[in-house]
């Protein structure tokens, strides 16, 4: 039997790299609670992702969370988001007690539809979260107009979008946040791990505080923050991993032009449009697999995981469609998610990947 492959696979520095940067702290004891990697990566990060300010989290989902809060929207409110999307974009406004507003995507990018955002507007509107999914760039010009004429506040799940940037600015620098996962699955990790970007220097100190369980002093506990620091072996994994990262994008670019070419040539699949102005990460080989193909997307993921080719389907279901939902948003009219849903399929894409392994997924999928 063939090793499994799967979707995608850790980018780590070598053992030798790590243990060595993880020795000091056994003469400090200091493990977490903002220590001095921790602010070593807030910086190194804003350089990198060419942000105004920055804030690390322990994961993306909790910097999500914690950026909403900060925002104090009443209880209720609602936001316009994408559900093409991972659980946690949604997950992430329910469990701040507000309404998610599903807004349809376009199937050129799968990106929310920026056409489609106004007509969702209410009185109790407060925000708009779209997602740059698989690190596609939103419309973040018309996205702005509308929240400015609004007055709205913007928040980005550009969890997939470490390092991209669009017309020359790092894609963390638009909207009011954007947020970032480092997640071990991520084109960056830090084993777990995320963080807030954003421009007013206010929010640092109120996330620094939320994230500290809203303790302002040793006598001072003036908001109901969570847990959501960073420790310090994930600040140094990050702080080890970013270094390799002009490597690790070279390794996909090289990965993601051999899919791409092949791909071209199978009948009945199409790749996602790509936007002008825009650098790519290669964190993701997403395809679409169309009506005309030879295959349906199941048959596809099928036949690779007969052959120990583990493809994901993100984002099937959507998130409206889940479970714990229970059909709250049956009705809603999210046409172009539905059907992009059920035609889309993630191939393995990770550093390391070996362009004789794509030869054979290829095969497979033509076969
Ligand atoms: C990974 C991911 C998150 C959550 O990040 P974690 O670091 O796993 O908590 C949020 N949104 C999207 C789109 C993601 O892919």
Redesign the pocket.
Known sequence: MDKKILVTKSSMPSYEEYIEAIKPLWETHWLTNMGVYHAELEKQLKDYLDVPDLSLMV??????EMTIQMMGFPEGAEIITTPF??I??TH?IVRNRLKPIFCDIKLSDGTIDESKIEELITEKTVAIIP?H?YGNVCNVEEIQRIADKYDLKVIY?A??AFGIQYRGRGIGSYGDAS?F???A??VFNTI???AVSFSNHKYYKKLYNLKNFGIQNEELVNAVGANAKMNEFCAIMGLCNLKHMTKVFKNRQKLYEFYREEIGKIQGIRLFEEKAYTTKNFAYFPIIIQEDCCKTRDEIYDVLKENNIHARKYFYPLTADQACFRNQYKNVNIHNARKLSKQILVLPMYEGLEIEQIKNIMNIIRG
Do not use: C, R
């Open positions: 994961n993306g989902h909790m910097a999500l999307t991972f946690s974009t992430a997602v999914v799940d969890a997939h947020i996962s480092f997640h699955t991520k777990e791990g995320g």
